[in-house]
């Protein structure tokens, strides 16, 4: 039982270059989040969906765009990644969107020069 | 959007000493959470709360929930090598989901043994 998968744990972009984060839960919950996390920052919710099928904007979601492939899996895409992108991006997921517990992946660092 | 201050930003004790660390919302919270978020992982829930005025016990933390709705606590006993890391609040207002969720910029918890 793995909890929450992310694959890269860390890359290096050039500015204007694109990529995909990949998220994938194996605790079958319906709800998965994908937040960025900078220094002095709290987190802060890019986008979200509440169950398979539906996704919705947080907090900062210029920038990015998100696809929920499956209830396994929720992709975080980069079109034309900016300095101002680099950040830790986490993951997570929970039961349903009301669940106070979310359980979080390890992250992936990114780096955008 | 709702603002919450974490305080204080860092702490640095001795191994055995007792932490406090709290967090204000200029608005009404429904819902407090304490994370702890170790080097390289993702945040760990700790502790819930869901009542004005809950103490509510996770071996030696204790987080309450303010009468006023508007500050939470989170008290560490008797601290350990392990209790290292940064630890978020976050709070969740009348919308309900965890999309709701905002969180503070963390403590961070530096044992000197």
């Known amino acids: 039982n793995a909890g929450v998968t992310q694959t890269p744990k860390f890359q290096v972009l050039k500015t204007g270059q694109s990529m995909t984060l990949q998220c994938a839960q194996d605790?079958?919950?319906?709800?998965m989040y994908w937040y960025r996390q900078d220094p002095g920052m709290g987190l802060r919710l890019i986008y979200y969906s509440a169950s398979e099928g539906t996704t919705d904007k947080g907090e900062v979601p210029n920038g990015y765009n998100v696809s929920r492939l499956n209830k396994r899996e929720f992709s975080l895409r980069l079109e034309s990644a900016a300095p101002s992108q680099t950040s830790v991006y986490f993951c997570?997921?929970?039961?349903?969107?009301?669940?106070?517990?979310?359980?979080f992946g390890p992250g992936t660092r990114l780096l955008v020069l | 959007g709702q603002q919450l201050n974490q305080s204080p930003q860092s702490m640095f004790i001795q191994e055995g000493e007792d932490v406090s660390m709290n967090c204000t919302s200029s608005s009404i919270f429904n819902t407090w959470l304490w994370y702890k978020q170790e080097p390289g992982e993702g945040p760990v829930l700790l502790i819930a709360?869901?009542?004005?005025?809950e103490l509510t016990s996770n071996g030696r933390l204790t987080a309450q929930f303010g009468i006023t709705r508007k500050d939470s606590f989170l008290n560490i006993s008797a601290s350990i090598p392990s209790d290292v890391g940064i630890y978020f609040c976050a709070g969740r207002d009348s919308g309900g989901g965890a999309d709701g969720l905002t969180f503070g910029k963390g403590t961070h918890l530096i044992i000197q043994p």
């Open positions: 997570a997921s929970s039961r349903d969107r009301l669940a106070e517990t979310q359980y």
């Open positions: 605790m079958n919950h319906n709800s």
């Open positions: 709360l869901y009542k004005a005025g």
